[in-house]
């Protein structure tokens, strides 16, 4: 999937989720609470921060690995599959989990 596509099935995931926008140009990501949850990275994939145990069941159901994004990997992050990517339902409602995730949080932001 090419990247313009891939920010298009982002932007309307992120449409159908509601209650946050899409921020960032180059590589567009959502935040809440102070804190990233999801993101496009440079080498198109999407990447959205969850529970532990949620991510144990990605990676068995899809085999979800890790996210990295500037070679670095992103703490809590899972990088979307092809098969994941296919399934918009399932991207809306991963990136509600991660907002929920995060907004259960401490709030983020600069010391």
Known sequence: MNRADLITLYEAA????????R?????????ANGHMFSQINKDDQIGIRLPKPRQGELLDQFGAGP???YGATMRDYVCLTGEM??????ITALLIEGFEFVSA???????
């Open 14 to 21: 992120i449409a159908a989720a509601g209650g946050f926008e």
């Open 23 to 31: 921020k960032g140009k180059a590589n567009p990501y959502t935040s």
């Open 67 to 69: 996210f990295t994004s």
């Open 85 to 90: 990517l296919d399934d918009p339902a399932l």
């Open 105 to 111: 949080m401490p709030p983020g932001g600069k010391k």
